[in-house]
């Protein structure tokens, strides 16, 4: 098997379906040094960052599981949770 290496394009985990994906389909959250925890759409915020998938289901899963607060290591306001939603198809 022939691999297509014409573009390697960066990949992130999901935290709540732990499954690899392109970078830019994924949502980032960032937690910024003042443990401010935010939505990051750009994924260029500085901070420690996680992804999530961007679709409601995983957004869910990270909600009920707390996969994200894990991630992040602190607690993630509801008001971060209903931003993402804005992202998430
Ligand atoms: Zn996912």
């Known amino acids: ?28 959250v960032v937690r910024t040094g003042e443990r ?3 939505a990051d759409p750009t994924g260029k915020m500085p901070g420690k960052g996680a992804y999530i998938c961007k679709n409601a289901e995983c957004l869910a899963k ?12 602190t607690e993630i306001p509801l008001a971060v949770y209903e931003d ?4 998430a198809t």
């Open 36 to 38: 401010e925890v935010s």
């Open 62 to 73: 990270a909600r009920k599981t707390g996969s994200l607060k894990r991630a992040l290591d």
């Open 1 to 28: 098997m022939v691999l297509n290496l014409k573009k390697k394009e960066p990949m992130r985990m999901c935290v709540a379906c732990r499954q690899m994906n392109p970078k830019k389909s994924m949502l980032r």
């Open 84 to 87: 993402l939603q804005k992202y």
